[in-house]
């Protein structure tokens, strides 16, 4: 068995996928509830993407919202947590861009609090906050 290596970057990931049905309704979404832009991204014309700002390497995770004809968004499955201010002073944006609160916000002890919500296409995303 080998020994574990931190990964050089720190964080390993470096790339996560969102998949959903109207990039247009999940566009409104991410950027409202978020308050960040979203940017299109270069395909092959196979599939319509927009990315989160940031770049590659670096610590932490890319990612994208992606419309794919082989991926459907999915409540189940991996959740991608994103960080916040506070997690409830979220959720009454959530509900008011087409998503829904599963799980108000709640104590994970030392490590903060976490929320989890629905996107207004379905999938389940948390919310982080140490607030």
């Known amino acids: ?21 109207d990039l247009a309704r999940a566009r409104v979404f991410y950027e409202s509830l978020f308050e960040c832009p979203l ?14 700002a940031g770049r590659m390497p670096a ?5 994208a919202l992606m419309c794919h004809p082989m991926r459907r968004a999915n409540p189940g499955g991996t959740i991608v947590y994103f960080h916040v201010e506070d997690c409830a002073q979220l959720l ?10 599963l799980k108000d ?23 982080h906050s140490f607030n």
């Not at 610590?59 to 990612?63: S, T, V």
């Not at 009454?92 to 609160?101: C, I, N, W, Y």
């Open 59 to 63: 610590n932490g995770a890319m990612g």
């Open 105 to 127: 916000k709640w104590s994970i002890g030392s490590d903060g609090f976490i929320a989890l919500v629905s996107d207004s296409e379905g999938n389940t995303i948390g919310l």
């Open 92 to 101: 009454s944006r959530v509900k008011r861009l087409g998503g829904q609160v």
């Open 1 to 21: 068995m080998s020994e574990f290596k931190a990964h050089p970057h720190g964080n390993p990931v470096t790339w996560f996928e969102i998949y959903v049905d």
């Open 39 to 52: 940017t299109p991204m270069p395909n092959d014309g196979s599939f319509e993407a927009l990315s989160f």
